[in-house]
């Protein structure tokens, strides 16, 4: 398998949904203290549906994917959905990961179960800073 998939290639290089929403409904942040990763999630929430969705990321180029990636799947679906996600789930919307780039799978799961705990909790996480 390559260093990277297409898919992780293509969100690396052109990524989806980047930024911050103003107002946002809930706020999520995730951070790998041992590789420096980290991404934070944005959303608004309508019906138990994300409705709107950004994030920030800093890291390697399969964490700024999988940001992109987890936005675009995570943009219209129900927070049941969302939670159920594994770190397989992760993986493959990414088109496969090397071996030393799974961890950046466990990332996207994490924050994206964040996300829906955070909303259903009422829990709003400070935008943290986010290295450049």
């Keep these: 398998m390559p260093?990277?998939?297409?898919?992780?290639?293509?969100?690396?290089?052109?990524?989806?949904?980047a930024g911050e929403l103003d107002n946002p409904d809930v706020r999520?942040?995730?951070g790998n203290p041992v590789c420096g990763?980290?991404?934070m999630l944005t959303a608004?929430?309508?019906d138990?549906?994300?409705?709107a969705i950004r994030f920030r990321a800093h890291g390697c180029a399969a964490s700024l994917a999988t940001a992109s990636v987890i936005t675009e799947a995570a943009l219209g679906a129900p927070l049941?959905?969302?939670e159920a996600w594994d770190d397989e789930r992760v993986e493959e919307l990414l088109g496969g990961l090397a071996p030393d780039q799974r961890h950046v799978a466990a990332l996207g799961r994490q924050v994206a179960?964040?996300?829906?705990?955070?909303?259903?909790e009422g829990?709003?996480?400070?935008?943290?800073?986010i290295c450049a």
């Design 80 to 82: 049941g959905e969302i």
């Design 28 to 30: 999520a942040f995730i």
């Design 123 to 129: 829990v709003d996480d400070d935008a943290p800073l």
């Design 3 to 17: 260093r990277y998939s297409p898919t992780v290639v293509d969100h690396f290089t052109h990524p989806r949904n």
């Design 48 to 51: 138990g549906t994300v409705a």
């Design 113 to 120: 179960h964040r996300l829906v705990s955070n909303y259903r």
């Design 44 to 46: 608004r929430v309508a």
């Design 37 to 39: 990763d980290q991404i």
